[in-house]
């Protein structure tokens, strides 16, 4: 007898040892030399980071290192769906904010400290100026001539144009007049994933390609 799948409740077999705290989570992990990590964020959705303060976070106790967007030289975070045949725009996006925060949240600065609660005290010593900007919500709205730029290389906000067809002769055979279509559609999520987290161990020393 086959096992039904469609329709049928499936109890997800993971869950008994997750909600009875006999699962491995990657914060039970502690490898030796493990500090903590806190991100100082922003609180505005758009805003100049006119100077960012770290001296009074730096001095207080179990901090290791703290860093700034300037002071952090690594790529920006890759776009991850390329369009295409479509004019898509990529502009930078730094891990952590260099000149300007984006969104609320965007990170300003990076605390690592000995233990969770020390990276916490000192990210909230961290004093960052902000010269607020204009926002604007509303998703056309952010379209229009005038609206507030958040890059200089994205005219209006548009990241992409993308004309997507098919069908063509199909539509053709059965109709002799042209057809229209408009779509309008606005969504505030982003495409999900999965909320995987990796531990790593780094050791000095040269790297051999595997033959």
């Known amino acids: 007898m086959s096992t039904r799948i469609f329709g049928s409740g499936i109890k997800r077999r993971e869950d008994p040892r997750l909600i009875t705290g006999k699962a491995l989570y990657t914060d039970d992990i502690r490898l030796p030399g493990t500090l903590n990590m806190v991100v ?18 730096k001095a207080m106790p179990g901090v290791v290192a703290i860093f700034t967007g300037a002071e952090v030289d690594a790529n920006g975070i890759p776009c991850a ?96 007049k042209p057809m229209l279509s408009s779509l309008s559609a606005s969504s505030n999520s982003a495409s999900c994933q999965p909320p995987w987290n990796p531990v790593r161990r780094w050791r000095s020393g040269t790297v051999q390609p595997r033959k």
């Open 81 to 176: 769906w390329l369009i295409p045949n479509s004019d898509l725009k990529t502009p930078s996006h730094p891990a952590l904010a260099v000149d300007k925060v984006r969104y609320v949240g965007d990170g300003v600065a990076i605390v690592l400290a000995e233990n969770r609660y020390q990276a916490q005290d000192a990210a909230d010593t961290v004093y960052v100026e902000y010269e607020p900007l204009a926002v604007v919500v509303n998703p056309e709205d952010a379209t229009r001539d005038g609206a507030p730029q958040l890059f200089d290389d994205v005219p209006n906000n548009v990241s992409f144009r993308w004309i997507a067809s098919s069908g063509t002769k199909i539509w053709k055979k059965r109709s002799t």
């Open 40 to 57: 100082v964020r922003s609180p505005h959705a758009h805003a100049r980071i006119k100077r960012i303060d770290t001296s009074k976070a």
